[in-house]
């Protein structure tokens, strides 16, 4: 596609329940980011891939966070027992190598 | 420093006016600065960068001023359009893929 694509856009859960979101980058992108972003403020690093691996997951903040990117591609983030404080919009980007970083839209999540 | 919170700080500025959005940087040692755009519902957009041997870089419009002695960064936006309403966001890099946000700018331009 034309641009960073993020799905679901909304995703509304219960406390403790278990959520995935997907990300499909920009082709021939082999570098992927998950950011998350929480009301009024910037972006906070979450991981890195470059291709299949992730170099960097010094950003996600408990062990209920998880990320994946089997092929080097679409990635998907999973997050487990969700929390109330888990609550915010999580951005994917992508880049070719250590160029401009490209985001997507977002996948707003809400646990009730 | 940087602060967060839920109250972001807002500059209103006349629509033709020039607007300033400024930014104070951590300590950390960072080669590259970014300014990037954000509008309701959508992801941060790259509007201009700088790398740190520099003090000034011009775009379409806009202009980055780096001061590295006072760990200052500001954004100049010239003869601000409606379109240009948003939250302003600096980033620094410090490494070669992570980049860190400050707080945000919003800008509301006046018709």
């Known amino acids: 596609g034309a641009g960073v694509s993020q799905t679901p856009s909304n995703k509304v859960t219960e406390k403790g329940k278990y959520v995935e979101l997907r990300c499909d980058p920009i082709?021939?992108?082999?570098?992927l980011y998950w950011y998350r972003q929480s009301l009024g403020q910037g972006p906070e690093f979450l991981i890195y891939?470059?291709?299949?691996?992730?170099?960097?997951d010094s950003g996600l903040p408990n062990d209920r966070f998880f990320a994946v990117r089997p092929e080097g591609s679409v990635s998907t983030l999973k997050i487990q027992r969700t929390e109330r404080g888990d609550s915010a919009v999580y951005l994917c980007?992508?880049?070719?190598?250590?160029?401009?970083?490209?985001f997507g839209e977002g996948s707003r999540l809400t646990v009730l | 420093g940087e602060s967060v919170g839920l109250h972001l700080p807002t500059l209103s500025v006349q629509e033709g006016d020039n607007s300033i959005i400024n930014c104070a940087y951590s300590?950390?040692?960072?080669?590259?600065f970014i300014w990037y755009k954000q509008e309701s519902g959508k992801g941060p957009q790259f509007i201009i960068d700088?790398?740190?041997?520099?003090d000034k870089r011009q775009g379409q419009r806009v202009t980055v001023l780096l001061n590295k002695t006072v760990k200052h960064l500001s954004l100049q936006i010239a003869a601000t359009q409606p379109g240009d309403s948003a939250v302003y966001f600096c980033?620094?890099?410090?490494?070669?893929?992570?980049?860190?946000f400050g707080s945000g700018t919003r800008l509301l331009v006046r018709p």
């Open positions: 980033a620094e890099n410090n490494s070669s893929y992570k980049l860190i």
């Open positions: 300590n950390s040692p960072s080669d590259y």
């Open positions: 980007a992508s880049s070719r190598g250590a160029g401009e970083l490209f």
């Open positions: 082709s021939g992108h082999t570098a």
């Open positions: 891939f470059q291709g299949t691996g992730a170099a960097d």
């Open positions: 700088i790398r740190s041997n520099m």
